[in-house]
């Protein structure tokens, strides 16, 4: 049988709502409607889900998608034991037994071929028919499937299928505004309110320079970094240098834009 | 002691101002350097061409003396005696003349021993022989380069001075003209090379990064450009915006004595006029006395740094360390007009808490100051009434003196605030400004403005500075069935190719058996591991399929060389090189499109390094349809092949796609020339140097060659990146499927 429990969000996640959106997942959740977030890599997507399946009661099961992920992960295969082959269900399907949240992660990496085994789970069907074991699951009254990708790579390979697009109610994510984002990072971390906001400051800039040599500023997930780095007593430049800028990239001229702007915020 | 009487010289001139001169000079020089002067004065007389040179000398032998040392008095003499022995006679009053600023900027013996020397160089490689004899002529180059020296000295280092002139003659030794324009700083290779041995940060080397910045830290996108403090006709040439762009130095010193270095510098100047553009509100200028002017401009500046601390507090210590600090009560009221003195110290009060400053009108303003920004949300307004305040308070009768004080008071870094202020009345002059009724004619008849790109120089192993112009133009197209034709009539070729092609298609799944991890389980090796493992082998645990994915991802342009040999006829239906290229280019062109890798064909050709033509025949974009069809189809050759200038085009372009693997194909009968080029090993060493450039833009070159004779030189060019087709009939056929095998 399986262990529910170990599915459960037991503590409350920091989440700071700075929209609607708590009420509109909730509202969604109610019909089981599958969801789809999007934005920007690090915005506090996957941190919103978790959040709400701590405000629900519900199991979530996180699988993060990859160009390598085939739909025997996701839905389950046959594995070699003692006495010949035995079924392992996939993530998915365990997902839809158990009615948990299945959160698929940056869904886009994984190949299309993949993300079509989620279509009957998400239509009136609400089924997902194991073909090679010659089961239909019933899915549970309480799983949904939440989806989340990011917009922002523009590229034609990495786009979801119309079909797949259509079969979700979509929510849009971004970076908080500077003095919520600041506060989110101070209360992560334990920060003081006054570098917190330097920091932001620092993301804003790189974020200024999206399209011009960076493919994505700096998430609010690298400051909480950056601000964590600061309270194990690095200094603070030295802390934003290693967490903001090394991280992000390798082009000469932006490290170096980036570095001085944060000589320029921290003094 | 020197008797004037002793000293051999028969110009009367001389002999009459010589008294007075070495009563003068002796108060400079010891009793061993007078000797060399003396001595230098005879040297000079004996000479014989006239008194001026041995006036001139008089005049300025003490100032050498001051700044480079006694030392340095009677080589200077000895120099213009050997001047005076080559056909340059006319140089030896400008040598003179200049040569004490030269001193006052060399301010060393050794400098100056290598400044003398320098001289002599140019001397003895420009004046100009004929058939081989002693030289004749004067130099062209070398009054331009005397009179020009003592500026040229107060941007480069004599090793900078030597490298500048060294590749003036190299460049234009054959020609008089060139070379003088070179020496004048006219000509814009000479003013690039002069850029390029300046010490320090150039602006160029770091303009993206400044871009960057402002657009990091204001949003603001605009382009930087670079004026020269030397060429630029201001009188005081200090930074600048306006709707065009960013105008800065175009180059800072390294590092100077505040540890700033020149990058910095420039991000100061950057942040500054952020600083303006955000918060400046233009006021009227008509009702404001140039003193208040002054004033108000003083109070702005600070405003604007001040709000840009509080926005990003790192910025301090970079205008602390760039602003002056003006000595208190160093400017003396009686003697000079102190207004600037004034108003610099009161921006370093205001900018710096430990000023130390003790008079107390500046005192009051900077509290009056703090206050006003203290309240929040100031205007430029505000200031202009503080500025009124302060130059109605310290008012002095000197300040309209002409003797300005400008020790300490330049802000180096901040703009000449040309937005601060507007005006009711316009300029008189508009009326009569007429727009041009009629635009001028672009050179070569092109509405796209030239690209220029460096050419290398393997005799001096440096580069030439936007040597060459490269003109871009689409094709002019022909008509579309000539190449269908083609195409048809290489039908059964094209059935071959179309074989080879089907087994290099993208196949994107294959799978990997015998994996221990896997997508999917592999039964039958499943069934025999199981066999196994009950019949107590070792089973195999690969039991596992997976799948890979196998595209192709591949961006190629191909380099058609369209030069007047392409006329020649080869083939044995008397088809010309030229047709024979169509043939196979279409094939290829078929092919790829077949394979649907990202594929751009160009043509080029050269007359003279002024006129590289690029022609697009197609572009990455573009499907091989009817227009790219007719294009290839008006293809004609003329002209010459610099092949450097055209590989660089092309790879810019490449550099810009998206692909794994990016190809060049160059398709070529000959070896780079042009008709400017004596040296033939010149464009082969340029486009060599082209390919390793391209190398590391991770661009792979590759060159076909019909040129039989091709082993000469194509390795050079691309190392064992070619292939020489000798029999040019067969190119439709093996165009493709060199293609294929390359990317395969």
């Not at chain 1, 599915?7 to 609607?20: A, C, D, L, R, V």
């Not at chain 2, 420039?266 to 553009?277: C, E, Q």
């Not at chain 2, 092609?501 to 025999?528: F, T």
């Not at chain 2, 004596?678 to 450039?693: F, G, K, S, T």
Request: net charge negative.
């Amino acid at each position: 049988m399986i262990d529910i429990e170990q599915y459960k969000i037991t503590e409350e996640p920091f989440y700071q709502p700075y929209g609607n959106e708590v009420a509109q997942y909730e509202s969604a959740y109610a019909s089981r409607l599958p969801v789809m977030v999007k934005g920007p890599t690090g915005c506090g997507k996957s941190r919103f889900i978790e959040y709400m399946a701590w405000r629900l009661g519900k199991p979530i099961i996180t699988v993060a998608c990859n160009e390598d992920m085939t739909a025997a992960d996701l839905v389950g295969r046959y594995l070699l034991d003692a006495d010949g082959t035995r079924w392992l269900d996939g993530p998915l399907t365990t997902a839809a037994r158990i009615g948990a949240i299945c959160y698929l992660d940056e869904v886009v990496e994984a190949r299309q071929d993949t993300t079509v085994v989620i279509h009957p789970l998400t239509d009136h069907r609400r089924t997902l028919p194991l073909d090679k074991k010659g089961e239909v699951v019933k899915a549970h009254p309480d799983f949904q499937l939440v989806i989340s990708y990011n917009p922002g790579y523009q590229s034609l390979m990495k786009d979801l299928k119309q079909s797949t697009k259509q079969r979700f109610v979509g929510m849009d994510f971004d970076y908080a505004p500077a003095d919520l984002e600041a506060r989110i990072v101070a209360e992560e971390t334990g920060i003081d309110s006054d570098t917190a906001h330097k920091l932001v400051k620092v993301g804003e800039a790189a974020r200024n320079l999206k399209g011009h040599g960076l493919d994505e500023g700096i998430s609010t997930r690298l400051l909480v970094y950056a601000a964590s780095l600061m309270k194990n007593s690095l200094d603070a430049p030295d802390a934003a240098r290693m967490a903001l800028v090394r991280s992000i990239t390798d082009d000469a001229d932006i490290r170096d834009t980036l570095d001085k702007a944060i000589d320029a915020v921290f003094g | 002691m020197v008797d004037p009487a002793q000293i051999k010289c028969n110009y009367s001139k001389v002999q009459e101002l010589l008294p007075e001169t070495l009563a003068e000079v002796r108060q400079v020089l010891s009793e061993e350097g007078m000797k060399s002067f003396v001595e230098g004065i005879e040297l000079l007389c004996m000479m014989g061409r006239g008194a001026e040179p041995v006036l001139v000398y008089m005049e300025e032998a003490a100032e050498v003396a001051r700044h480079a040392g006694e030392a340095m008095v009677y080589p200077v003499a000895r120099t213009a005696y050997q001047i005076s022995r080559s056909p340059n006679a006319e140089a030896i009053v400008p040598f003179l003349q200049t040569i004490a600023s030269v001193a006052r900027r060399l301010e060393e013996k050794k400098l100056l021993e290598g400044y003398l020397e320098t001289v002599l160089e140019l001397v003895e490689k420009t004046s100009i022989s004929i058939h081989g004899s002693h030289a004749t002529m004067a130099s062209p180059a070398l009054i331009p380069f005397l009179e020009i020296a003592p500026r040229l000295l107060g941007e480069l280092n004599i090793g900078g001075l030597r490298r500048w002139m060294a590749y003036g003659i190299q460049q234009h030794s054959h020609h008089p003209d060139h070379l003088a324009e070179y020496f004048r700083l006219d000509s814009p290779d000479s003013r690039a090379v002069m850029q390029r041995e300046r010490s320090g940060t150039l602006l160029v080397d770091v303009e993206r990064l400044l871009e960057l910045y402002q657009l990091a830290l204001w949003g603001i996108d605009e382009r930087v450009y670079p004026y020269s403090r030397m060429l630029d006709e201001r009188s005081d040439p200090r930074p600048y915006y306006d709707d065009e762009g960013i105008f800065l130095p175009d180059v800072h010193d390294d590092l100077d004595e505040n540890g700033i270095t020149g990058l910095e510098h420039y991000l100061a100047s950057l942040a500054h006029m952020a600083g303006h553009r955000r918060w400046t509100a233009p006021v009227f200028a008509d009702n404001r006395s140039p003193m208040q002017r002054i004033a108000i401009e003083t109070f702005e500046d600070s405003r604007i740094e001040y709000l840009l601390m509080q926005e990003y507090p790192g910025l301090r210590q970079l205008f602390l360390a760039l602003h002056p600090i003006p000595v208190e009560d160093e400017c003396d009221e009686a003697r000079a007009s102190c207004v600037r003195h004034r108003l610099t110290m009161l921006s370093r009060a205001i900018l710096d808490p430990d000023h130390g400053y003790r008079n107390p009108d500046i005192l009051e303003f900077v509290e009056k100051f703090h206050e006003l920004m203290g309240r929040g949300d100031t205007t430029t307004m505000d200031v202009e009434i503080l500025g009124i305040q302060f130059m109605a308070r310290t008012r002095h009768a000197s300040d309209s003196q002409s003797h300005v004080w400008f020790k300490d008071t330049e802000i180096s870094y901040r703009d000449d605030n040309r937005n601060l202020w507007q005006f009711y009345e316009l300029d008189d002059d508009e009326d009569f400004h007429v727009e041009p009724t009629e635009l001028e004619e672009a050179e070569p008849d092109d509405t796209l403005p030239p690209r220029h790109y460096p050419e290398w120089d393997y005799v001096t192993q440096t580069y030439r500075p936007d040597w060459t112009s490269v003109f871009e133009t689409l094709h002019p197209a022909g008509d579309p069935e000539f190449i269908d034709g083609l195409l048809r009539k290489h039908d059964r070729l094209a059935k071959q190719i179309k074989r080879m092609l089907d087994l290099l298609k993208p196949q994107n799944y294959v799978r990997v058996r015998y994996q221990e991890e896997g997508s999917e389980l592999d039964l039958d090796i499943a069934i025999r591991s199981l066999i196994d493992y009950k019949s107590g082998h070792d089973p195999d645990p690969r039991i596992n399929v997976s799948h890979r994915h196998n595209d192709r991802n591949i961006a190629v342009t191909l380099l058609l060389d369209l030069s007047e040999s392409l006329n020649q006829q080869v083939g044995s239906e008397g088809q010309t090189i030229l047709e024979l290229e169509q043939e196979a280019v279409s094939l290829l062109a078929w092919a790829i499109e077949q394979l649907g890798d990202n594929f751009a064909i160009a043509g080029f050709h050269s007359n003279t390094r002024h006129e590289v033509r690029y022609y697009h025949i197609k572009g990455f974009s573009e499907q091989f349809n009817l227009d790219v069809k007719g294009r290839l189809a008006a293809m004609g050759a003329g002209w010459s092949t610099r092949m450097g200038a055209a590989m660089r085009h092309a790879g810019h372009y490449l550099s810009h796609q998206k692909a794994d693997k990016k190809l060049l194909l160059v398709l070529t009968d000959g070896e780079p020339s042009d008709v400017d080029v004596r040296d033939e090993r010149h464009l082969i060493e340029d486009a060599r140097m082209a390919v390793r450039e391209l190398d590391q833009e991770d661009i792979y070159s590759y060159c076909i060659n019909l040129d039989q004779r091709a082993d000469d030189y194509v390795s050079d060019i691309f190392g064992t990146h070619y292939s020489i087709i000798d029999n040019i009939e067969r190119l439709p056929e093996k165009l493709p499927k060199l293609f294929l095998a390359l990317t395969k």
